[in-house]
């Protein structure tokens, strides 16, 4: 019986997820000088962290969910933005034809600046299929989940 537990108490550690950095509410500064606000993940190693990036009109949460934080635990980095004019960020909501310079200002931000590896992006939201008109190399796949378009730029 002794074994039965050790194994249980293992097993409970194992599956626990693993520390994490969190930087909550950090603002990214647009070219026009408004403040998005996003939430960053990192792996608790030092380094370089490949990059996921969501921005949402949905508003971006008060902490790491479990489907992100499945991709933490395996050295990525998450980013979660409320974009502009939702939620902590500011500006007015304009859907649609903010999204290019927006997009691309939190590329910048994110992925050339250190936030993530300095040169690839992973993007989530139907807003960045409108972004990636703009995308340099930094910009390596988009997945909308919210229409049925895949977009990989290499």
């Known amino acids: 019986m002794p074994k039965l537990y050790l194994f249980v108490a293992c097993a409970a550690f194992a599956a626990s997820p693993k520390p994490i950095v969190k930087q909550m509410n950090v603002p990214v500064a647009m070219r026009d000088g408004v403040r998005l606000f996003a939430n960053v993940f990192l792996p608790s190693d030092h380094g370089t962290f490949p990059t996921i990036l969501v921005r949402t009109p949905y508003g971006?949460?008060?902490?790491?969910?479990?489907?992100?934080?499945?991709?933490?635990?395996?050295g990525y980095a998450v980013v979660t933005?409320?974009?502009?004019?939702?939620?902590?960020?500011e500006g007015a909501f304009q859907p649609l034809t903010q999204e290019p310079r927006d997009g691309d200002d939190t590329i910048d931000w994110g992925c050339r600046s250190g936030e993530g590896d300095r040169g690839k992006c992973h993007s989530v939201r139907l807003s960045e299929v409108l972004r990636s008109l703009e995308a340099g190399q930094e910009l390596v796949e988009i997945?909308?989940?919210?229409a049925t378009v895949k977009v990989w730029v290499e």
């Open 143 to 146: 997945e909308d989940d919210e």
């Open 81 to 89: 933005e409320d974009v502009r004019g939702r939620y902590e960020s």
């Open 60 to 74: 971006k949460g008060f902490d790491i969910v479990p489907n992100y934080q499945a991709f933490v635990d395996r």
